[in-house]
């Protein structure tokens, strides 16, 4: 290494190049900033499950409102939520009567409220 070194001073090369480059951290170490969380009252399947899933391929939280559906309705959207969150590695947790939280791989619910849901049963929420 001394002789490298000697060689690089000799053809006109400082020392100082020779630092080991700047640490730099991977960019998944940074905060990142909070997404929208995008708000879904079902009222139709095809227009309704298109826009669900498009914000949520954008790692939106989505908040699925199912109160004014009916039953058919909210069986294919859970259905079709069930799909989606497994299929891109989120999640989707009960957080009231016929209200889901459809939560994308980037984003966390906090301990607190992860118990809470673990105690409820997921389809009787239907």
């Known amino acids: 290494m001394l002789a ?11 020392e100082q190049e020779e630092r080991p480059p700047a ?6 170490d940074f905060p990142v900033p909070p997404s929208r969380v995008s708000v879904i ?5 095809d227009r309704d499950a ?15 409102n199912l109160q004014q559906a009916d039953e058919e309705l909210s069986r294919r959207m859970v259905d079709f939520c069930a799909g989606l969150t497994y299929a891109l590695d989120g999640r989707i947790q009960p957080i009231a009567n016929q209200l889901f939280l459809l939560t994308p791989c980037n984003a966390e619910v906090s301990d607190e409220q992860n118990q809470r849901f673990a105690r409820q049963v997921f389809f009787n929420q239907l």
């Open 50 to 64: 298109q826009a669900l899933a498009d914000s949520f391929k954008r790692q939106q939280p989505v908040i699925l």
């Open 4 to 14: 490298l070194r000697r060689l690089k001073t000799r053809f006109g090369h400082s």
């Open 41 to 45: 009252g079902a009222t139709s399947f």
């Open 23 to 28: 640490f730099d951290p991977p960019l998944d």
